[in-house]
């Protein structure tokens, strides 16, 4: 198969979707791999180090596009790539359909076969192409709250550890999941008093097993929520319901029962954010304020730490890009019942129901 590798280009992605050696692992397959001049640059792999494992490299994405069966990459394509894919063509990608519309009619429009990491899902149900991402979001949310926690940047001032003699910062973490975890465990190695809250009794037990003392674990209900936002000074949003848009936890009024300063971390922003107020911000703007309340919800956290988020990436994806190299799309899905979950749209048709109840579409469009 002709496999292509494309520069990312949204705002400060500098991840990309195959290191040198994935396609070295692609080319002892026997598959063609092009790869777009600079793709890698940003997380430290260099053309020579592509072209040294077999790799041929075009300059363009137009190139790219145009000569690949399947593309490999990170993030969902942005609006200047929707043309250039091709009916027919597998996009091996994250999508999160279920927070665009327009991202959703464009694939449908485009007739590719779309494959979402995010929804590949194995037998105990877990996701194993979202979960080393949701590691490294989940890290980084308390580093990424703990800075817009300062006054200069409008927040309430609070140093997460505190000092002697001063009580530590206070962190609610929404979901027990992989980003609720990792942003857990970050925000309790630096000393803060940690809430964690998911609907889910077996996270909620595993998260108290594996907890030190000074994180809490609490039931997620609007009563709860609604009582610990008003005493705590960072929140980090990871809730996931898969492939769903995620549910409105905090919403617009909870915001006035903050304290001023009081920072939201909205790392489920790219299934729509689990706060009312939450919209996509980047790595170039990433926070605005309502009410007093520091809102950061980048949709690519990962983005911007590279080096690890790429290699912890392909580790995961090269298996499924080797197999769906080596099979097809079609055989691929047929023998691999994880990878078939990660089907979202087929040439036209959305095939996940989930995208379908998001927009409330009565039918499977196609
Ligand atoms: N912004 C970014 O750059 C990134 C965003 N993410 C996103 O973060 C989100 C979380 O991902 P993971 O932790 O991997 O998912 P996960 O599936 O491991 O965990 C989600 C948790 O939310 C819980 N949950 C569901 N409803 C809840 C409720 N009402 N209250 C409390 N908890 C509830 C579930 O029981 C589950 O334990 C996803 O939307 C994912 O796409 C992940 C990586 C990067
Ligand atoms: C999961 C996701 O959205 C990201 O890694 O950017
Ligand atoms: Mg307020």
Redesign the pocket.
Known sequence: MIVGIPTEIKNNESRVGMTPAGVFELVKNNHTVYVQSGAGEGSGFFDADYQQVGASVLETIQEVYAIAEMIVKVKEPIAEEYDLIKEGQILFTYF?FASSEPLTKAMIKQKAICIAY?TVEDEEGT?PL??P??EV?GRMAIQQGAKYLEKPVKGRGVLLGGVPGVAPGRVLV???????IQAAKMAAGLGAHVTI????MK?LRYANDVMPPHVVTEF?NEYNIRKHIKTHDLIIG????KGKK??N?ITRDMLKEMRPGTVIVD?????GGCVETTKPTTHEDPIYIIDDVVHYS?????GAVPYTSTVALTNVTLPYAVRLANLGWEKACEKDASLKKGLNIVSGKVVYQEIIEAFSWEEVLS
């Open positions: 999160h995010e996701l979202l979960t991402m949701s979001a929404l979901g027990a999941g992989v980003v609720g809250m998911d609907i889910n996270r997620s990871g809730v996931l319901l995620a549910p936890l790392v489920a922003v790219d299934q980048v949709a690519n956290m990962p």
